[in-house]
T-cell receptor
Framework: NAGVTQTPKFRVLKTGQSMTLLCAQDMNHEYMYWYRQDPGMGLRLIHYSVGEGTTAKGEVPDGYNVSRLKKQNFLLGLESAAPSQTSVYFC??????????FGQGTRLTVV | TQLLEQSPQFLSIQEGENLTVYCNSSSVFSSLQWYRQEPGEGPVLLVTVVTGGEVKKLKRLTFQFGDARKDSSLHITAAQPGDTGLYLCAGVGSGYSTLTFGKGTMLLVSP
């Protein structure tokens, strides 16, 4: 039972480069989320989706874009990476506004 | 803003000691969840409390939801090194679409 799978697990980017983080879930959940976690800041919601083809902004959406073309996948894009986007990124999914299941995270460093 | 405040932020204890961590808010939540996050991993759900005054036990962990559904506590009896991790509370307030997370309590249990 894979649950929520994130790729890649680690990445180093140069300032200005772009990349896409992929999240896949096999639990048929409607809701999917992207969070970033920084020391002392807790988990902060970047964007979320309540179903295929829908997306919404969270608490810290600037500099990120998302797409939910398929129910099981939620992509997070960084158009022009900045050092402030160095963080650990977590994807999660849930059945409605209920318990969230998290991936193992992507550690991103922007130099 | 449905802020969830957790205390203490950091707790370092010896194996065998008891401890309580708290999650407080000025908002009412339909349910509160507790997660544990180990280093390098994503948060994992421990329990959900739904009813005001509810108490749930998970082995040596006891979770309580406040009568007014604005606060919750987690009590650990006879802590063990395996309990080390970041404990996060999260909830969905009425009128909100997504989970709100507290910043967490980092627990270190030394042998």
């Amino acid at each position: 039972n894979a649950g929520v799978t994130q790729t890649p697990k680690f990445r180093v980017l140069k300032t200005g480069q772009s990349m896409t983080l992929l999240c896949a879930q096999d639990m048929n959940h409607e809701y999917m989320y992207w969070y970033r976690q920084d020391p002392g800041m807790g988990l902060r919601l970047i964007h979320y989706s309540v179903g295929e083809g829908t997306t919404a902004k969270g608490e810290v959406p600037d500099g990120y874009n998302v797409s939910r073309l398929k129910k099981q996948n939620f992509l997070l894009g960084l158009e022009s990476a900045a050092p402030s986007q160095t963080s650990v990124y977590f994807c999660a999914s849930s059945y409605g506004r209920r318990e969230a299941f998290f991936g193992q995270g992507t550690r991103l460093t922007v130099v | 803003t449905q802020l969830l405040e957790q205390s203490p932020q950091f707790l370092s204890i010896q194996e065998g000691e008891n401890l309580t961590v708290y999650c407080n808010s000025s908002s009412v939540f339909s349910s509160l969840q507790w997660y544990r996050q180990e280093p390098g991993e994503g948060p994992v759900l421990l329990v959900t409390v739904v009813t005001g005054g509810e108490v749930k036990k998970l082995k040596r962990l006891t979770f309580q939801f406040g009568d007014a559904r604005k606060d919750s506590s987690l009590h650990i009896t006879a802590a063990q090194p395996g309990d080390t991790g970041l404990y996060l509370c999260a909830g969905v307030g009425s009128g909100y679409s997504t989970l709100t997370f507290g910043k967490g309590t980092m627990l270190l249990v030394s042998p």
